[in-house]
């Protein structure tokens, strides 16, 4: 796909979250019509259904030969989606409804596009907040124009970790979760829970968190989020380590791969990581997105060898300092000793020669 048809195709997602998040905004003191999906931690409102109808209409009128995948369609026939090479638009048009319905100010928009079975943009709106977080696959990811970065902490027990409870009542789904947050608190700084995946990869992202790991997210919970929090430097797994699968319903991110590997280790449900695996797909990770930033690249190749000539022209000084200052401390030495011979020869020289003008007198005196 061309450069001009994903700018067009970027400037619409744009457009349309903000048409998603002046809905969310006129509604969100006011009281709401709630209905229940699958359990009543699972709910939905007009306000979803009336952002996702309107985000389709558009979508559809500009992009007839689009795919799309929404969360309220998907509930309302069941349908089953697969991922194909197509332009495919993903959204959640209110992700974080528990929030939304509370008043809550974690409600988001999150809109994905995926070209050859590829994330290539994501935003994600919070517009009680005003805060618009995109990204385009190897072009960085921003904050309301400004570039994020991820952080750079590398020691699970100075991360905050973002968890959710999720939205299940099953009790197996339950009794992990909650073993989890215990292996999560025990070995990190402490958890947060902000009621949204793409908020909670967004936060990631801005570096207000170190890691976000959750079981039951769908592919519009977190695939804009996903893409935003890799853009900003973060690692992007499934929570055992592998390869993340968009259709899993599963997601673990990471602010560095020694925070992701050692998540991995606590991993409840599903198998451990194998920490080999973990390290080869987080270093294919990286180099997939430094390739996709060709002049990050450069930039980072270029930085490297300078350090490397730096660290090299350090070692030379240094030893040449070295071996100059001890080549200085034998000559120093030198000189000392010679100064200290020429001292002592001297003495002696005036010594022997008193001696011998003591003799002379005496024997003057006899001789008269």
Not at 240 to 268: K, Y
Not at 306 to 315: D, E, F, Q
């Amino acid at each position: 796909m061309s450069d001009p048809e994903l700018d067009e195709m970027f400037t619409t997602a744009i457009e349309v979250a903000k048409a998603a998040g002046q809905i969310i905004r006129d509604a969100f003191h006011k009281e709401k019509e709630v209905d229940i999906k699958m359990n009543p931690a699972d709910l939905v409102t007009e306000s979803d259904q009336a952002i996702e109808k309107m985000v389709h209409s558009r979508i559809s009128e500009k992009f007839p030969n689009h795919r799309f995948i929404g969360e309220e369609s998907t509930a309302e026939s069941g349908e089953k989606h697969c991922l194909t090479d197509e332009p495919t638009w993903i959204i959640d048009p209110i992700d974080g409804t528990t929030n939304f319905v509370n008043s809550v100010q974690e409600v988001s928009f999150s809109l994905g596009v995926m070209v050859n079975q590829k994330t290539v943009i994501g935003v994600v709106y919070v517009p009680i907040k005003e805060e618009m977080y995109t990204a385009r696959l190897g072009r960085g990811a921003y904050l309301n124009d400004k570039k994020l970065q991820a952080s750079k902490i590398t020691d699970l027990k100075q991360a905050v970790v973002i968890t959710e409870g999720g939205s299940s009542r099953d009790a197996k789904v339950v009794e992990d979760k909650v073993k989890n947050i215990h292996a999560l608190i025990t070995h990190s700084r402490g958890i947060r829970a902000y009621g949204s995946a793409a908020v909670n990869l967004c936060h990631v992202a801005a570096g207000r968190g170190q890691a976000y790991v959750e079981y039951g997210v769908h592919i519009w919970d977190f695939i804009a989020g996903a893409l935003i929090a890799a853009e900003a430097g973060a690692v992007v797994l499934d929570p055992t380590g592998c390869d993340l699968n968009p259709l899993r319903c599963r997601i673990l991110c990471a602010c560095t791969p020694e925070v992701a590997q050692a998540m991995s280790q606590w991993n409840i449900r599903g198998r451990r990581a194998n920490f080999e695996e973990l390290s080869i797909l987080t270093n294919k990770f990286n180099k997939h997105y430094s390739e996709s930033s060709s002049s990050s690249s450069s930039s980072s190749k270029v930085l490297k060898l300078s350090s490397t000539l730096v660290v090299v022209v350090v070692v030379v000084v240094v030893v040449v300092v070295v071996v100059a200052a001890a080549a200085a401390a034998v000559v120093v030495v030198v000189v000392v000793v010679v100064v200290v011979v020429v001292v002592v020869v001297a003495i002696v020289a005036v010594v022997v020669v008193a001696m011998v003008a003591v003799v002379v007198v005496g024997l003057v005196h006899v001789v008269r």
